[in-house]
């Protein structure tokens, strides 16, 4: 039952993941003008990383309870880790290269964030199948 559980979790962490992806940060860009679409993307990619990374570490502790220390549980650690960086390092960094029109810095540290993103949907795929 409780892995069953840990299957939903992993799979709504990649639901999430692929939703944000492909519709809110997609659409926000076109149906805002840039000022809001900033304002709105620094308030809900926070939530984005924290609910992720809440869900991730839930599947943790069920795979402790579990104790399934397998592979699956080393990439959803992995899953957790690059959350936990994207949010609270690479984020504010981003904000900041950004606000101080470092451009060259701000388009360096998005696509590092965008290919953590990529490699976290490719661990997620692995632990699914």
Do not use: C, W
Request: cysteine-free; proline content about 2%; hydrophobic content about 60%.
């Amino acid at each position: 039952m409780m892995q069953q559980i840990s299957i939903y979790l992993t799979s709504i962490i990649l639901g999430i993941m692929l939703f944000f992806s492909f519709v809110v940060a997609p659409v926000t860009f076109t149906a805002l003008n840039e000022e809001n679409a900033r304002k709105f993307i620094r308030k809900i990619f926070p939530y984005y990383y924290n609910v992720n990374l809440a869900i991730s570490v839930l599947v943790l502790i069920l795979f402790i309870i579990l104790k399934i220390f397998s592979l699956d549980f080393y990439l959803i650690l992995s899953v957790a880790a690059l959350f936990a960086v994207s949010n609270f390092v690479l984020m504010p960094l981003i904000n900041k290269f950004r606000d101080e029109k470092q451009d060259k810095k701000f388009k360096q540290s998005h696509f590092i964030s965008v290919v953590i993103n990529f490699v976290q949907i490719i661990l997620l795929l692995i632990v699914l199948i």
